[in-house]
């Protein structure tokens, strides 16, 4: 069985410390701080607010990584591409999947109803979200792919915020004319 690479494996630490380590961190300065954490009416609004943006974040997950699987041959380790990726969303985006995800630590810190998590830590850790893209993601893409992804990186945005872009990756919507 193919291993994952180490970069697959320390983004995936990372991902867990920002959501497990962030409530853990925020719900203490909550409780600590005594503020409206264990109001009902504050959790029956993020409550709900919460599950839909986890909801489209794991939409977009899907939709990215379906059309990834294309990219992968046998013997490629897991989470990897080999070949460079153009087709179905990702001709609408270059990073379709991390975009979407960027919303996992602001609809849990909704779901957990943590103001701490809320309005402190989860944009910071949206934030590392988008760096990461912009920063290890493309350097990655760069050096695994050379001409072509630079040739790719010119035709198509990081994230599109268009509509018909916006409906395929969140609500699994394909656009016809793609």
Known sequence: M??????????????????????????YHDVKSENQFFSPIFHLITFPVGLILIRLAFNAASVGGREL???????????ETDKLVTTGIYSCMRHPMLFGLALLPIGWSLILGSPHFIFYLAPIEALSVIIMVFTFEEMECVKKFNGD???YR?????????????????????????
Request: proline share 8%; glycine share 6%.
């Open 2 to 27: 193919p291993k994952t690479t180490v970069s697959v494996v320390l983004r995936l630490l990372w991902w867990f410390l920002m959501i497990f380590g962030g409530a853990v961190f925020s719900i």
């Open 149 to 151: 992804y630079i040739e």
């Open 69 to 79: 699987k294309k990219g992968r041959s046998e013997g490629t380790p897991r989470l």
């Open 154 to 178: 010119k035709k198509v945005p990081p994230v599109s915020f268009k509509k018909k872009c916006l409906l395929w990756l969140f609500f699994k919507k394909k656009p016809e004319n793609f």
